[in-house]
């Protein structure tokens, strides 16, 4: 159910995500702390060739990580596989990089 | 012992929890679970069907379901596992029942096959015995994990054989690690191609049960585990 290229595809997103995570959990940190207001958030983000790389890269990098370990879930807890289970790790994987891709560029460049 | 009986229930049939029988045996110092079968179908219902062999934990015949738990009950004290007086016995996890406490070990034995589980020779008789360097590391490692009985313990304790069938499972994940290791054994490439298939060790969550729970003390988790790096290694050295 899970191959070698999909086993090393989670593991490798993992990796680019753990960096990551840490940044994204300071930069929550850092705005709720010193008060930043939505407009300031923008005006910092907006035209941000960085922080498109930052949140572009932790999107795509999710989007992948997340889609492969719930190809195992629906397998191993709901039974799912053949063409089903394809389907349901494409979508999530595709599903998950819209929302965020929509995100990330909402608060960068439209 | 509490009691001079102990109430035995065991697990019968496909559905097993509908199927369950309850039997009084008489408790004696240093009985094991096997003895408390062998009683039940000497004496008590000679319908009773079970597996076992050697009596001393080197056949790998006698695993079965102690109050959930996969172990040998040749090498289980009942007053080990007693539930008050009570114990559950039913038939090993994850294989298919034929009859009573006996279930259908060829999904266990096909999977050591499907795992590259068997020697790769590469010598004749007419070449000299390879020597073997018991101190190298890779034997080291391979020593660690060649003294499996084969009782499929692991295979029961398994969850993720339990969510996915097609998963090769402890036991033969650990054998093929074995034979990675083994300076005599030829088929590198073979061993590495067929753990790193749809039910190979990269199906594995590193739950630990199969550590936890083998009675010969070995650590099929760890050996699974190098199995991980072992085709991650030799995947990027393909690419490169």
Known sequence: ?110 | MTSKFLKVTIERGADAKNAQQVFDVPAHESQTVLDVVSWVQQFADPTLSYRFACRVGMCGSCAMMVNGVPRWTCRTHISKVLDGNSVTIGPLRNLPIIKDLVVDMDPFFDKWVAAEGMHHGGLTRDDPVALVDETSAARIEANAGIECINCSVCHAACDTVAGNPEYLGPAALQRAWTLLNDARDEGREAVLDAVSGKGGCHNCHSMGSCTAYCPSGLDPMSAIAGLKRETTKSFLERVR
């Open chain 1, 1 to 110: 159910m899970l191959s070698l290229r999909l086993y090393l595809l989670q593991r490798i997103t993992a990796l680019l995500m753990a960096p990551l995570v840490l940044g994204h959990l300071a930069v929550i940190v850092y705005a709720t702390q010193g008060g930043l207001s939505a407009a300031e958030i923008l005006g910092r983000t907006h035209g941000s060739v960085p922080w498109l790389l930052f949140y572009g890269t932790f999107v795509f990098a999710v989007s992948i990580h997340a889609a492969i370990g719930v190809r195992a879930i629906v397998h191993e807890w709901a039974g799912l596989k053949g063409v089903v289970l394809e389907v349901v790790m494409w979508a999530t994987g595709f599903g998950l990089f819209a929302l965020g891709a929509r995100a990330v560029w909402a608060v960068t460049f439209a």
